[in-house]
């Protein structure tokens, strides 16, 4: 029913930028939120940054002040703006959201395939 599809990842050295985006297709009658995990190897999958439909913003710790997350709500699509990155960063991303496919339904989490991102030192 909904499809959403990330672009963007690849490889780049310490202090490089990258941005990832997330595009949601389907059947879709709203989204509320949109965000981004990430899973680096042998580690548990965790929140990077999520944003709602009006533009409240949350981020980890590790990310304030290097990554942003921003929306295009007549797109569905979030993006991921990564900058000053760092090897603790190498991961792969997901797009997630929360989407509504009918005026009668509830939210319900798709996820995105997920995107490498590796952060060369």
């Known amino acids: 029913q909904v499809q959403l599809v990330e672009s963007g990842g690849g490889l780049v050295q310490t202090g490089d930028s990258l941005r990832l985006s997330c595009a949601a297709s389907?059947?879709?009658?709203?989204?509320?939120?949109m965000g981004w995990y990430r899973q680096a190897p042998g580690k548990e999958r965790e929140l990077v940054t999520i944003?709602?439909?009006?533009?409240?913003?949350n981020y980890a710790d590790s990310v304030k002040g290097r990554f942003t997350i921003s929306r295009d709500n007549e797109k569905n699509t979030v993006y991921l703006q990564m900058n000053n990155l760092k090897p603790e960063d190498t991961a792969v991303y997901y797009c997630?959201?929360?989407?509504?496919?009918?005026?009668?339904?509830?939210?319900?989490?798709?996820w995105g395939q997920g995107t490498q991102v590796t952060v060369s030192s």
């Open positions: 997630t959201a929360a989407v509504r496919v009918s005026a009668w339904s509830t939210n319900k989490d798709y």
């Open positions: 389907g059947t879709i009658f709203s989204i509320y939120t």
């Open positions: 944003i709602a439909r009006g533009g409240t913003t």
